[in-house]
């Protein structure tokens, strides 16, 4: 029952993210506005981690399962890609690297602040 309820809280807050998302007809995903609630929430304590951990951990942990419909997909369109398979790799592979750059340089920052707050 307890994952459950947190299943609820969580798909609940995708959902209202979603409806923001369509109704104000933003740009933005409707899953990164809930995303966005999401932490406002956890961060704000109106939402307490612990009631949402064991969903999170859940999901996290099966989080492979969720890529399979994209391999599905690609190769669904795999002779619309044959020609720039390619490009397509290398696209992957630096934006995989600048994404791991940024989130290292970032965490170093933040542990930095962290470091100094607490000196």
């Known amino acids: 029952m307890k994952l459950f309820r947190q299943a609820i809280i969580i798909f609940g807050i995708y959902l209202l993210g979603d409806w923001i998302s369509k ?8 899953n990164i506005v809930g995303m966005l609630i ?3 929430l956890l ?4 939402l307490k981690l612990e009631q949402v951990e064991a969903m999170a951990g859940f999901l996290l942990d099966h989080l492979a399962f969720f890529f399979i419909p994209a391999g599905v997909g690609i190769l669904s369109i795999y002779a619309g890609i044959q020609g720039i398979w390619l490009k397509l790799l290398l696209i992957c592979v630096i934006t995989t690297a600048i994404t791991m750059t940024a989130t ?9 602040r962290n470091n100094r707050q607490g000196e």
């Open 23 to 30: 109704t104000l007809h933003w740009m933005v995903p409707g």
């Open 38 to 40: 999401l932490l406002g």
């Open 43 to 46: 961060y704000s304590k109106m």
């Open 104 to 112: 290292g340089k970032m965490a170093e920052a933040l542990l930095g």
